[in-house]
């Protein structure tokens, strides 16, 4: 048998930042900071120019302050088997309420447990879009050349 090298793929390597993606995770946004707002009690947006500058300052946030708390909270991640991630995905929800507070926005999260809560539906709506949307791939091996 030849020695031959073994590869593991994790992604395509690199982010997909097309105007279709960014829209297209842009609404997914939207409609979970809309669906906490109806099922977490804790979670007010009162109109929908409020949910759409939400979604906007939710994504500068994501984009901006989440790798850096990610990286600070890394050791948390790791002894907590990645359940503090909720903690932080929480965080960068209240992140986006203070901010939107600031710009006089009609966007509220009342709480830590209102945030968490949000955070775990925010993420459910993501995980099943993203399921929803990924090109299936072929089964079977691949070979790398």
């Not at 209240?94 to 775990?120: E, K, M, P």
């Amino acid at each position: 048998m030849a020695n031959r090298p073994f590869f593991i793929r994790f992604g395509s390597g690199r982010p997909d930042w097309t105007p279709e993606t960014l829209l297209y995770r842009l609404v997914v946004n939207a409609t979970g900071l809309f669906l906490a707002s109806v099922v977490v009690s804790g979670i007010e947006i009162d109109d929908w120019q409020s949910l759409v500058a939400g979604t906007a300052i939710f994504a500068i946030v994501n984009s901006l302050l989440r790798p850096i708390a990610m990286f600070l909270s890394c050791c948390f991640i790791i002894f907590t088997l990645g359940l503090f991630t909720v903690v932080v995905n929480a965080a960068m929800l209240g992140a986006t309420a203070w901010s939107a507070g600031q710009l006089d926005l009609n966007f509220h999260v009342d709480g830590f447990w209102a945030a968490v809560s949000g955070a775990l539906v925010i993420s459910a709506v993501s995980l099943l879009a993203n399921l929803i949307s990924r090109p299936r791939r072929p089964r079977g091996p691949t070979r790398d050349v």
